[in-house]
């Protein structure tokens, strides 16, 4: 069996090799957003090749709901990539001070935002049937094949020997 995986751009890896690149998130969403496919990038050529090129080449705006469901991941999932982020404590996204916190760090997010995903990962980790699901699991495990010749890659949630749950 072939241990080597080449992505849409010709470049050649061994799978071992990129599959530890891959915990790196800037490659996994940046390099690979555009040297692999995806789900959600056969997604957007199932609804239009036009609309993946664009996304593939200039990245896509992402939603409010995207942004929280996010957050409430690494609030429970990743909580140094959380309490990396910068937040800011404003009343409004349209107040001076958010806009020149975006235009200074790029992503930042609203105290009540923090707040709130914060409530819901309590209320998650207080479930004890959704703490059991990520118990004793691996988070953010990322893998990669060929699929008829082409590169595809994911990433769970969270992986044990007998599921894969996502959280959002």
């Not at 705006?61 to 982020?85: K, M, Y």
């Amino acid at each position: 069996m072939d241990n080597t995986i080449e992505l849409l751009n010709g470049e050649i890896f061994r799978q071992d090799e990129i599959l530890e690149l891959m915990k790196d998130d800037e490659f996994y969403y940046g390099y690979l957003g555009k040297a692999a496919l995806s789900s959600s990038s056969i997604k957007l050529l199932l609804d239009s090749p036009k609309k993946y090129k664009y996304v593939t080449e200039y990245g896509s705006p992402s939603s409010q709901a995207l942004r929280d469901g996010w957050l409430f991941h690494t609030c429970i999932l990743e909580s140094d990539v959380f309490n990396s982020q910068i937040f800011v404590d404003v009343q409004s996204k349209n107040s001076k001070a958010y806009k020149l916190a975006k235009e200074e760090h790029g992503k930042v997010f609203t105290i009540k935002q923090k707040r709130d995903a914060e409530r819901l990962a309590d209320a998650f980790l207080r479930n004890e049937h959704a703490l059991q699901l990520i118990t004793d699991c691996e988070f953010e495990v990322p893998a990669i094949g060929m699929i008829q010749g082409y590169p595809f890659r994911g990433k769970a949630d969270v992986l044990d020997s007998y599921r894969v749950v996502d959280l959002k």
